[in-house]
């Protein structure tokens, strides 16, 4: 009996149907990807999941006539750039972000993104204000959905171009089925190309048609008792709390002698050596000494950068 259960209960059993009749949520494979249909990325200037790729360069050449115009919205809705300057406007896309960004399988974390450090990703050398595209509700001015580009030259094997890096890509929750995403993505898409540009780089968590490289982070627990009591982490198996705590402890010191913070003299040094490091591989950024110095250089609770003396 439905009725009888609480309102809680009837959510989670309609979340599990949805998610059931959609295939248990995003891949996260690429075994898990190839039994999916791709209805919005079939559109779109990138390889198949299954299509073997022999030969790099554009999947489409540079285009000529630009749509001028914005695409459409879906009615009651508008698009607006938004001014990162203004503290309000900010303060609006932190809030955004912070209730309706990428979460966890079990929507128990989300990224809590400080309005400084959005300032700090979203404008780097080179941003442009067209670029910070929202999305408002025409009656009442909220902010509901936000994509962004930052400008990224990237090396390709023996190429360099100038391309985007797309990102913060989010739509309200309650906006979900009105299929505003993939049009915050060809409106990102037509804005970039207005710029001359006409390639763009992109992360996801999930495989979406085709992953190019793949990258791994690491984590480090700090504070383990803390991640496992709010059911971040979990206890290991045959390990204690107390034997979890003593393994992830930190030394008092550092053990890499001549460890210390990157300072703005190492701008120079820290940039020559990143240069030689990713010439090793295919496919990596391209930064100027003022790139290094935005992306590296430390700011308090936004990055921390080392060097060892």
Known sequence: QVNSLPAERIQEIQKAIELFSVGQGPAKTMEEASKRSYQ???????????????THGPVEPDKDNIRQEPYSLPQGFIWDALDLGDRGVLKELYTLLNENYVEDDDNMFRFDYSPEFLLWALRP?????????????????????????????????DAEKKMVEINFL???????????TPVLIREITRRVHL?????????AGVVLPKPVGTC??????????????VKFSHLSRNMTMQRTMKLYRLPETPKTPGLRPMEHRDISAVHKLLTEYLKQFHLTPVMSQ???EHWFLPQENIIDTFVVE
């Open 40 to 54: 919005f990325w079939d559109t779109q200037p990138v390889p198949k999941l299954g299509e073997v790729v022999s």
């Open 125 to 157: 050398p080179g941003w442009l204000p067209q670029w910070h595209c929202g999305v408002r509700v025409v009656s009442s001015k909220k902010l509901v959905g936000f994509i962004s580009a930052i400008p990224a030259n990237i090396h390709i094997y």
């Open 170 to 180: 989010c739509v309200h929750k309650k906006l979900r089925s009105k299929r505003v």
């Open 195 to 203: 710029e001359g540009i006409f390639q763009a780089v992109y992360t």
């Open 216 to 229: 791994r982070y690491w984590h480090r627990s700090l504070n383990p008792r803390k991640l496992i009591e």
């Open 290 to 292: 003022e790139e290094v």
